[in-house]
C-alpha cells in the first residue's frame, strides 16, 4: 500500500509517494499483501489440488508469509493465463469498446477476476507452490 503525502514546493503542491519496503516509487503491487494476517493462518493445512499429492500430514502453510504472498502471485498470473485462453473462445460485445482502452479495460477487468479467483476459490497451486519451495 503506497502512502500520499503533500509536499508543499512554494506555492505549488506535489504529491510525494512514499514505497515500501524497498519498491521503487511507481512500482505496482498486487492485492496479496495482508490476505492473510490471522494467527490461525500461520499454521494452516493445504487445500485444493495440494491435497491430492504425497504431503505429510504434519506439513503446515504459514499463509501470512512472503513467499506464501509470491506463491500467490504465480498462482494468479497462471488462472490469468486460463482465463485469456478462455476469453478467446467467447464473443465479443460492442460494450467494452473494440480500440485500445476497450482491450486495456478487459484485460485489467480479467486481471482482477484472477486475483479474486486466487483468493477465494482455493485452487490449492499456491500451496503446492510454496509446499514445494519451502522444503
Request: aromatic letters at 8%; glycine letters at 10%; hydrophobic letters at 35%.
Amino acid at each position: 500500500m503506497n502512502f500520499e503525502l503533500v509536499k508543499s514546493l512554494g506555492s505549488v503542491s506535489a504529491p510525494v509517494t512514499i514505497a515500501k519496503e524497498g519498491r521503487l516509487n511507481g512500482d505496482v503491487t498486487t492485492g496479496f499483501e495482508g490476505t492473510f494476517s490471522s494467527m490461525v493462518d500461520k499454521a494452516a493445512k493445504p487445500r485444493g489440488a495440494a491435497l491430492s499429492g504425497n504431503v505429510p500430514e504434519n506439513r503446515t502453510i504459514d499463509r501470512t508469509s512472503k513467499l506464501y504472498e509470491k506463491s500467490m502471485e504465480l498462482e494468479s498470473f497462471f488462472v490469468k493465463q486460463m482465463l485469456s485462453q478462455m476469453r478467446k473462445t467467447v464473443t465479443k460485445s460492442s460494450l467494452g469498446g473494440e480500440g485500445f482502452a476497450g482491450q486495456m479495460y478487459e484485460d485489467m477487468l480479467y486481471d482482477e477476476y484472477a486475483e479474486k479467483m486466487t483468493k477465494t476459490a482455493g485452487f490449492g497451486l499456491a500451496d503446492q507452490i510454496y509446499l514445494s519451495l519451502s522444503v
